[in-house]
């Protein structure tokens, strides 16, 4: 089991900045492959950002050179920087965790998410 705990969220200006972070407990945090990923009101959960237990990232098209993410696995915590926010940035903002063991079986965990909210 994992248990997830986002913090970081709020209300922001356009333009503006935030960090959302994600800690981790409960199982090897290094042996997951921690995303996030965000829904917007009358919207499906969407990928924002992935990134790998070696450390490879992947962005949506959507925030890429707006977002970034990175991982600390002494901490536990992933994080999820976000610049130049837009209103359509708005969005309910989960943290996931992710493995496949060698049996096949996929460990799939998610936070509650925060809430982000981009207006002036």
């Known amino acids: 089991q994992v248990q997830l705990v986002e913090s970081g969220g709020g209300l922001v200006q356009p333009g503006g900045s935030l960090r959302l972070s994600c800690a981790a407990s409960?199982?090897?945090?290094?042996?997951?492959?921690m995303g996030w990923y965000r829904q917007a009101p009358g919207k499906q959960r969407e990928l924002v950002a992935v990134?790998?237990?070696?450390?490879?990232?992947n962005i949506a098209d959507s925030v890429k050179g707006r977002f970034s993410i990175s991982r600390d696995n002494a901490e536990n915590t992933v994080y999820l920087q976000m610049n130049s926010l837009k209103p359509e940035d708005t969005a309910v903002y989960y943290c996931?965790?992710?493995?496949?063991?060698?049996?096949?079986?996929?460990?799939?965990?998610w936070g509650q998410g925060t809430q982000v909210t981009v207006s002036s």
């Open positions: 996931n965790a992710n493995r496949r063991r060698i049996t096949g079986r996929v460990d799939n965990y």
């Open positions: 409960g199982s090897i945090f290094s042996m997951y492959a």
């Open positions: 990134i790998t237990t070696t450390g490879s990232a």
